[in-house]
């Protein structure tokens, strides 16, 4: 499985980006997608996770209400709509995959993760 992200920048704080993931390969192993992200000095963190096959979604609370998870299975890609950007929000994006498992949060359930893409919020 390999994974693309894509749709990083840099934006003003209030503003919106969408992130997006390409997933190619064994894409038949990727029953739960999700987007983690990493700011210097921090752990990676789960954002928001999206079942391939139910489209059940979860987020943390940090971003609920302001992102959106999305995955076009006709496509193979996944995407992160994050509006309402807030300086906090910088960080290094990931996109994730693996199977479906009561613990989106844990970092050791997925197999497969993309390079990351880099979002940066001003003030």
């Known amino acids: 499985v390999h994974l693309v992200e894509s749709g990083g920048g840099l934006v003003q704080a209030g503003g919106s980006l969408r992130l997006s993931c390409e997933v190619s390969g064994r894409t038949f192993t990727c029953y739960l997608m999700s987007w983690f992200r990493q700011a210097p000095g921090k752990q990676r963190d789960l954002v928001a996770a999206i079942t391939w096959t139910s489209g059940d979604v979860h987020y943390s609370d940090s971003v609920k209400g302001r992102f959106t998870i999305a995955r076009d299975v006709a496509k193979n890609m996944v995407y992160l709509q994050m509006d309402n950007l807030k300086p906090e929000d910088t960080a290094l994006y990931y996109c994730?995959?693996?199977?479906?498992?009561?613990?989106?949060?844990?970092?050791?359930?997925?197999?497969?993760w993309g390079q990351g893409t880099q979002v940066t919020v001003s003030s």
């Open positions: 994730a995959s693996g199977p479906e498992t009561p613990v989106p949060s844990a970092r050791i359930n997925y197999d497969y």
